[in-house]
C-alpha cells in the first residue's frame, strides 16, 4: 500500500492530477473496468441539481434506511472529515476502508492521473460493492453528464433546482447548465424534476433519449394542508405525510421529489406508509440552516450561490433575533460573491469576511470585500483573518444571532473551531 493512513492518501490525491477540477468519464471508465467492473446489484438514484441535493439524498436514505434497506450513499464535499462522503449503512466508513479501496484503485490505475474526486468516485463504488448494499444514491460532484458519478447508470434520476453554480466549468446560462444536469438520466429509465422551475433543455433532452421524465407541477404536486401534506400524481397518492424536520418550505418540495424517485423503484424496493413517514421525520442535513440553540444563537449554512442565499434569506426572515445579526462569511474564487451579497444585503448588521486563500481556490477576505462593496454597505464589512480567529476574537451578546455561512470550507472549519470549545458563549467577549 503507498499509504498507511487516510490523510497521507487524500494529500496525494489532491497533487496527482494536474488539473483540480477535470470533467470527463473516460479516465474513471477505464480504470473501472481495470478493477473488473465490480459488481453494484442494487437499485441506484442519481441526484443532480444545483441546490437541494444534499437534503434529497438525506431523504432518501433515512426513507430507505426506515424501511430496512442497507443504503450506500455518497455525496461531495464533506464538513469536517472525509468519510462523511461515503456511508453505508447511515455510518461514515471508517479511515481503513478507504484506505483499502484508494490502494485497489491505485494498483488498477496505471499511469491514468485520476483527480482527488474521481478517485474518491471510484472508492465509494467499489466500498458498496464490497458491502453487497440494497440501495444506492449518489449525489453529483459538479453538473452531472461529465462527472465522475455518471460512470453509474442510475435506475432513477432526480433532478433538483436549478440555478448558476460553476459556471466555469457549467456556463453562465441555465438551460446550458440544465443540458449538463440532465447527462444523468438514461434511456427507458425514469426521471424526476422536483425544482419549481424547469429548463426546456432538461425536457428536450428526457425526449431525446426516451427517459420517462416527472416534472413537479405537472406530473405530480405537493398540497399544503395545516399540520400534514398531500403527495399526488397519476401514479400513487400519498396523503396525511409529516412535514419535514429539517427547516424550509423547499423541503416539502425535496421530499415530494424523493418519494416520487422511490416510488419509480418500487417494483425492486418497496415501501410502506410508515417507512416514508418516518423517513420524512428522521433525515436530518448538517450544513443546511443548522441552528444551535443558545446564548447567541448559531445558524450555519453552506449557501454558497445566490439561489441558495435567497434561501437563507427567507428564512432568517421568519427567525427572531433581538439582538444584532451577524454574518461569517467566506468564499471561493468561482462563485458569484456580489450576488450572494446582494440576496442577504439588508439581512445583517455586521459582516465579518474570513480569509480562504491558504485553501485551493479560497478567496482572501480583502478580495471578498471588493466584490461585495456595490451590493453591501461597506460600513458593514469587515476584513478578518481565517474562521479560527475570527470566531475566536468575535464580539457578541447572548441575544446575537451568528450565521456562519459560505463555502463549505468556512461552515466546517467553524464546526471545528465550535467542537473544540469547552465553554457556551453566554457572555460578551472583547474583540472584532
Known amino acids: 500500500m503507498r499509504f498507511d493512513n487516510l490523510e497521507a492518501w487524500l494529500e496525494w490525491q489532491a497533487g496527482l492530477s494536474p488539473r483540480a477540477v477535470d470533467l470527463g468519464l473516460e479516465r474513471v471508465r477505464q480504470v473501472w473496468h481495470a478493477l473488473g467492473t465490480p459488481s453494484l ?32 450513499c455518497y455525496t461531495s464535499p464533506h ?9 453505508v449503512d447511515a455510518a461514515a466508513v471508517d479511515d481503513s476502508t478507504l ?12 499511469d491514468t492521473a485520476l483527480t482527488y474526486f474521481e478517485f474518491g468516485t471510484l472508492a465509494a463504488l467499489v466500498i458498496f460493492a464490497d458491502a453487497a448494499v440494497d440501495a444506492i444514491v449518489l449525489e453529483v460532484g459538479l453538473g452531472g453528464r461529465l462527472d465522475a458519478v455518471n460512470l453509474v447508470d442510475c435506475d432513477v434520476a432526480l433532478i433538483t433546482q436549478i440555478g448558476l453554480d460553476h459556471q466555469d466549468w457549467l456556463g453562465d446560462d441555465v438551460e446550458v447548465i440544465g443540458r449538463e444536469k440532465a447527462g444523468v438520466m438514461r434511456a427507458g429509465r425514469p426521471a424526476v424534476f422536483s425544482g419549481s422551475s ?39 397518492n400519498r396523503r396525511a405525510l409529516p412535514y419535514p424536520l429539517m427547516r424550509g418550505s423547499m423541503q416539502v418540495d425535496n421530499a415530494a421529489g424523493v418519494v ?31 441552528v444551535r440553540p443558545g446564548r447567541p444563537t448559531w445558524i450555519f449554512d453552506v449557501a454558497h450561490n445566490p439561489q441558495a442565499a435567497g434561501r437563507l434569506d427567507e428564512m432568517l426572515a421568519d427567525e427572531d433575533s433581538p439582538g444584532q445579526r451577524i454574518a461569517v462569511f467566506g468564499a471561493l474564487e468561482d462563485k458569484d460573491v456580489a450576488g450572494i451579497g446582494g440576496a442577504l444585503a439588508q439581512r445583517f448588521d455586521r459582516w465579518c469576511l474570513v480569509d480562504l486563500s491558504s485553501q485551493p ?3 482572501p477576505a480583502s478580495v471578498l470585500r471588493q466584490y461585495l462593496a456595490g451590493t453591501v454597505d461597506g460600513d458593514k464589512l469587515q476584513v478578518c483573518g481565517d474562521v479560527a480567529s475570527t470566531l475566536g476574537g468575535l464580539q457578541a451578546v447572548a441575544d446575537d444571532q451568528i ?21 457556551a458563549f453566554a457572555e460578551p467577549r472583547q474583540g472584532i
Not at 442494487?42 to 441535493?53: C, D, E, H, L, S
Not at 484506505?99 to 496505471?110: L, N, P, S, V
Not at 459560505?406 to 467553524?414: E, H, I
Open 41 to 72: 446489484d442494487a437499485p441506484v438514484i442519481t441526484v443532480a441539481g444545483t441546490n437541494g441535493k444534499g437534503s434529497s439524498v438525506a431523504f432518501a436514505e433515512a426513507i430507505l434506511q426506515q424501511a430496512g434497506y442497507c443504503t450506500g
Open 79 to 87: 464538513l469536517q472529515r472525509y468519510n462523511e462522503r461515503v456511508r
Open 99 to 110: 484506505c483499502h479501496a484508494f490502494d485497489r484503485i491505485d494498483r488498477a490505475r496505471g
Open 198 to 236: 424547469m429548463p426546456s433543455s432538461i425536457a428536450a433532452h428526457a425526449a431525446r433519449i426516451g427517459a420517462g421524465l416527472l416534472v413537479a407541477g405537472r406530473d405530480y404536486r405537493a398540497e399544503r394542508h395545516g399540520d400534514a401534506w398531500n403527495l399526488l400524481s397519476a401514479g400513487t
Open 260 to 290: 416520487v424517485a422511490l416510488d419509480c423503484l418500487r417494483e425492486r424496493l418497496p415501501l410502506d406508509a410508515g417507512a416514508i413517514n418516518a423517513g420524512l421525520l428522521a433525515a436530518r442535513l448538517r450544513g443546511r440552516f443548522d
Open 361 to 363: 481556490r479560497g478567496l
Open 403 to 423: 450565521v456562519v455561512f459560505g463555502s463549505f470550507l468556512t461552515v466546517g472549519a467553524a464546526m471545528d473551531w465550535m467542537d473544540a470549545q469547552d465553554t
